[in-house]
């Protein structure tokens, strides 16, 4: 029997902040579909505000988009706070996650240095389990 996914923290909104001290930019969506409580990634660094898309596997974590929004839209996003996301699988309370290609959280590999995007605060059994994320992407090892 298949367990659906659950929302281990009702109280909470998918992709909102948990804790008010938080640090958030706002960005420029660079592609369609960019989703609330998912990672992005910055596509260039040389412009002001930063412009970015929904992060896949391979793609270093930037933060997490605290709103939906579309190519050329304005969208505030997390870069070092507390916010409610989905796991893209199984996550342990206390792992580094990275991101998955749908812009979940997954747990990361020692070997995915500079992709990290924070820590998972809690446990996820299951894909599209709803659980909270310290969002502190890796600097580590990223740069020219």
């Known amino acids: 029997m298949k367990v659906a996914a659950e929302d281990l923290v009702p109280e909470a909104v998918i992709g909102e902040l948990i804790l008010a001290n938080s640090l958030v930019l706002t960005c420029v969506c660079d592609e369609d579909n960019v989703r609330k409580g998912r990672f992005v990634t910055a596509t260039t660094w040389e412009n002001w505000p930063p412009v970015v898309h929904e992060a896949d596997s391979g793609e270093p974590v ?19 706070g507390i916010v409610k996301m989905y796991a893209g699988g199984a996550v342990s309370a206390g792992a580094g996650v990275k991101t998955d290609n749908d812009g979940r959280a997954v747990a990361a590999l020692a070997s995915d240095d500079g992709k990290s995007g924070g820590r998972a605060l809690m446990s996820a059994s299951e894909a599209n389990d709803q659980f909270i994320v310290l969002v502190c992407p890796d600097n580590h090892g990223v740069g020219t």
């Open 62 to 80: 930037f933060g997490t988009a605290l709103k939906s929004g579309n190519s050329g839209d304005y969208i505030p996003v997390c870069i070092f």
